[in-house]
């Protein structure tokens, strides 16, 4: 499978990326935390590791490190507003729980 933006989010990062006058795209991946055991991290990034797979999708390049890509694999990252929030959303199909807090989550 792959990775993906929805055209909301692509449209978010170009606009970022373009008021910060550099960066490649966007790095995605997976760290320990929480109560359900795994967090989402998202960072801008101007050069890509070694180790990176990428993908590029609506225009926009995404990068994720391998041990990641297993617990990523098929999402879609998306922008979304709801009420006063907005921000961005990890839509994971291999995301089986989430803790209480929506803080972390469980494959």
Same mark, same amino acid.
């Given at each position: 499978?792959? /990775?993906?933006? %929805?055209?909301?989010?692509?449209?978010?990062?170009?606009? =970022? &990326?373009?008021?910060? $006058?550099?960066?490649?795209? #966007?790095? /995605?991946? #997976?760290? %320990? %935390? $929480?109560? +359900?055991? &795994?967090? =989402?991290?998202? *960072?801008?990034?101007? *050069?890509?590791?070694?180790?990176? &797979? /990428?993908?590029? %999708?609506?225009?926009?390049?995404?990068?994720?490190?391998?041990? +990641? !890509?297993? =617990? &990523?694999?098929?999402?879609?990252?998306? =922008? #979304?507003?709801? $009420?006063?929030?907005?921000? !961005?959303? !990890?839509?994971?199909?291999? *995301?089986?729980?989430?803790?209480?807090?929506?803080? +972390? !989550?469980? #494959?």
């Amino acid at each position: 499978m792959a /990775l993906a933006l %929805t055209p909301a989010a692509a449209k978010h990062v170009t606009k =970022y &990326l373009a008021k910060r $006058g550099k960066g490649l795209g #966007v790095r /995605l991946g #997976v760290k %320990t %935390t $929480g109560c +359900s055991g &795994l967090a =989402y991290k998202l *960072e801008y990034v101007d *050069e890509h590791a070694p180790e990176d &797979l /990428l993908f590029d %999708t609506e225009g926009v390049k995404l990068m994720i490190d391998p041990k +990641s !890509f297993a =617990y &990523l694999d098929g999402t879609t990252l998306d =922008y #979304v507003r709801e $009420g006063l929030n907005e921000g !961005f959303k !990890f839509n994971n199909p291999n *995301e089986r729980d989430r803790c209480g807090c929506g803080e +972390s !989550f469980r #494959v």
